[in-house]
Protein backbone atom coordinates (compact mmCIF):
# COMPACT_ATOMS: atom_id res chain seq x y z
CA UNK A 1 0.00 0.00 0.00
CA UNK A 2 1.52 2.98 -1.16
CA UNK A 3 0.78 6.95 -0.46
CA UNK A 4 0.58 9.95 -2.15
CA UNK A 5 3.86 10.50 -3.12
CA UNK A 6 4.11 6.65 -4.82
CA UNK A 7 0.75 7.13 -6.61
CA UNK A 8 2.51 10.58 -8.22
CA UNK A 9 5.35 8.41 -8.95
CA UNK A 10 3.32 5.85 -10.65
CA UNK A 11 1.12 8.46 -12.35
CA UNK A 12 4.07 10.45 -13.81
CA UNK A 13 5.62 7.18 -14.89
CA UNK A 14 3.25 4.80 -16.12
CA UNK A 15 4.29 5.17 -19.49
CA UNK A 16 8.17 5.06 -18.80
CA UNK A 17 10.64 2.63 -19.73
CA UNK A 18 14.05 3.40 -18.07
CA UNK A 19 15.58 5.74 -16.19
CA UNK A 20 16.13 8.23 -19.43
CA UNK A 21 12.04 8.37 -19.81
CA UNK A 22 11.21 8.58 -16.61
CA UNK A 23 13.13 11.84 -15.96
CA UNK A 24 12.15 12.99 -19.22
CA UNK A 25 8.56 12.52 -17.56
CA UNK A 26 9.27 14.62 -14.80
CA UNK A 27 10.58 17.05 -16.30
CA UNK A 28 7.40 17.43 -18.08
CA UNK A 29 5.43 17.18 -14.98
CA UNK A 30 7.53 20.19 -13.89
CA UNK A 31 7.00 21.98 -16.71
CA UNK A 32 3.36 21.75 -16.67
CA UNK A 33 2.98 22.11 -13.14
CA UNK A 34 5.40 23.73 -11.26
CA UNK A 35 5.25 27.31 -9.95
CA UNK A 36 8.80 29.42 -11.39
CA UNK A 37 10.50 31.08 -9.82
CA UNK A 38 10.87 28.93 -6.88
CA UNK A 39 12.43 30.28 -4.16
CA UNK A 40 14.99 27.71 -2.35
CA UNK A 41 18.23 27.58 -0.99
CA UNK A 42 21.68 25.64 -2.13
CA UNK A 43 24.17 25.07 0.50
CA UNK A 44 22.62 27.35 2.85
CA UNK A 45 22.52 30.17 0.12
CA UNK A 46 19.11 32.04 -1.41
CA UNK A 47 18.28 31.56 -4.80
CA UNK A 48 15.71 31.11 -7.60
CA UNK A 49 15.10 28.44 -9.39
CA UNK A 50 14.11 29.04 -12.77
CA UNK A 51 13.08 25.79 -14.27
CA UNK A 52 13.89 22.34 -14.19
CA UNK A 53 15.72 20.62 -17.28
CA UNK A 54 16.94 17.13 -18.08
CA UNK A 55 20.48 17.40 -19.71
CA UNK A 56 20.19 13.56 -20.76
CA UNK A 57 22.66 12.59 -18.43
CA UNK A 58 20.78 9.43 -16.64
CA UNK A 59 23.43 8.95 -13.36
CA UNK A 60 23.06 13.06 -12.49
CA UNK A 61 19.14 13.16 -13.13
CA UNK A 62 17.17 16.24 -13.58
CA UNK A 63 19.43 19.68 -13.17
CA UNK A 64 17.31 23.14 -11.53
CA UNK A 65 18.58 26.34 -13.74
CA UNK A 66 19.03 28.79 -10.97
CA UNK A 67 19.51 32.43 -10.71
CA UNK A 68 21.35 34.43 -7.74
CA UNK A 69 22.90 37.78 -8.00
CA UNK A 70 22.13 38.04 -11.60
CA UNK A 71 23.54 34.91 -12.87
CA UNK A 72 22.19 31.48 -14.04
CA UNK A 73 23.90 28.09 -12.53
CA UNK A 74 23.06 24.45 -13.25
CA UNK A 75 23.00 22.17 -10.40
CA UNK A 76 21.04 18.91 -9.57
CA UNK A 77 18.01 19.32 -8.37
CA UNK A 78 18.65 17.13 -5.51
CA UNK A 79 21.14 19.70 -4.19
CA UNK A 80 17.80 22.21 -3.97
CA UNK A 81 16.31 22.78 -0.55
CA UNK A 82 12.99 24.55 -1.04
CA UNK A 83 11.84 28.24 1.04
CA UNK A 84 8.76 29.45 1.86
CA UNK A 85 6.58 29.54 0.77
CA UNK A 86 6.12 26.85 -1.09
CA UNK A 87 3.64 25.84 -3.37
CA UNK A 88 2.37 22.49 -2.06
CA UNK A 89 1.59 20.89 -5.35
CA UNK A 90 5.60 22.14 -6.73
CA UNK A 91 6.49 20.52 -3.22
CA UNK A 92 4.80 17.53 -3.49
CA UNK A 93 6.31 17.27 -7.21
CA UNK A 94 9.59 17.53 -5.64
CA UNK A 95 9.08 14.83 -3.03
CA UNK A 96 8.13 12.26 -5.63
CA UNK A 97 10.92 13.18 -7.62
CA UNK A 98 13.66 12.62 -4.57
CA UNK A 99 11.87 9.25 -3.63
CA UNK A 100 11.93 8.34 -7.52
CA UNK A 101 15.83 9.10 -7.18
CA UNK A 102 16.32 7.21 -4.15
CA UNK A 103 17.29 10.24 -1.91
CA UNK A 104 16.02 11.40 1.50
CA UNK A 105 13.81 13.84 1.72
CA UNK A 106 15.44 17.52 2.20
CA UNK A 107 14.59 19.27 5.24
CA UNK A 108 12.83 22.69 4.12
CA UNK A 109 14.15 26.04 4.63
CA UNK A 110 12.18 28.31 6.56
CA UNK A 111 14.20 31.16 4.68
CA UNK A 112 12.10 32.69 1.98
CA UNK A 113 14.76 33.48 -0.66
CA UNK A 114 14.77 36.66 -1.71
CA UNK A 115 14.19 37.76 -5.18
CA UNK A 116 17.05 39.05 -7.39
CA UNK A 117 17.17 39.98 -10.63
Do not use: K, N
Not at 29 to 51: K, M, N, S
Not at 57 to 85: E, F, K, M, N, Y
Not at 99 to 114: F, H, Y
Amino acid sequence: MGDDIDDLIEEVTVDAYGPYEQLCSFRQVFEDTAVFPLAARIIGVDILVEEVDHEGDDLRGLVAICQRDGQLHTVSLLDVSLADPVDPETAQILAAYRRLAGADPPPRSVRRARRRT
